[in-house]
């Protein structure tokens, strides 16, 4: 939402419009909210709609998916470092450490592949990041 908040400041949105969006904890609310919000700017409106992930964004979706927040709202890595650790933090503590480190081993070399897969084609960019992208520009350009 990086582009988005470029807009706020040409367009006079606040950053707490749109987390207040994300963080209603039921689709009705947040339906109420957008709705709201889109009367100034329907643009932004459409872009959170339409082109974020709803169950990695917003409240409602996560609530709806089976997952408990306990009035906490964490970010992306705590939540995934917790799902690595859940097994393996109820043992001995090296054993933890040894779990962190593989996983983290593992994904820089699977990051490490990608890197070499698309420096060897000399793309810079997956087709998934370039569609929001041109997204977000798009969004950009109708906002200022």
């Keep these: 939402m990086y582009s988005i908040t470029r807009a706020q400041i040409q367009v006079g949105f606040h950053a707490d419009q749109i987390h207040k969006i994300q963080k209603c904890d039921t689709k009705t609310k947040y339906d109420k909210e957008l709705r709201l919000f889109a009367r100034g700017y329907p643009e932004a409106?459409?872009?959170?709609d339409e082109d974020c992930d709803h169950a990695k964004t917003f409240l409602y979706a996560i609530l709806k998916d089976g997952f408990t927040t306990h009035g906490h709202v964490t970010s992306n890595?705590?939540?995934?470092?917790?799902?690595?650790?859940?097994?393996?933090?109820f043992g001995d503590p090296l054993h933890l450490?040894?779990?962190l480190l593989q996983w983290l081993g593992d994904k820089l070399n699977e990051r490490q592949i990608e890197a070499d897969t698309y420096r060897k084609t000399k793309t810079l960019l997956t087709s998934y990041a370039m569609q929001h992208l041109v997204r977000q520009v798009r969004l950009q350009r109708t906002c200022t």
């Design 45 to 48: 409106a459409r872009y959170l």
């Design 77 to 89: 890595i705590a939540e995934i470092i917790n799902n690595i650790i859940s097994d393996a933090r």
């Design 97 to 99: 450490i040894d779990v």
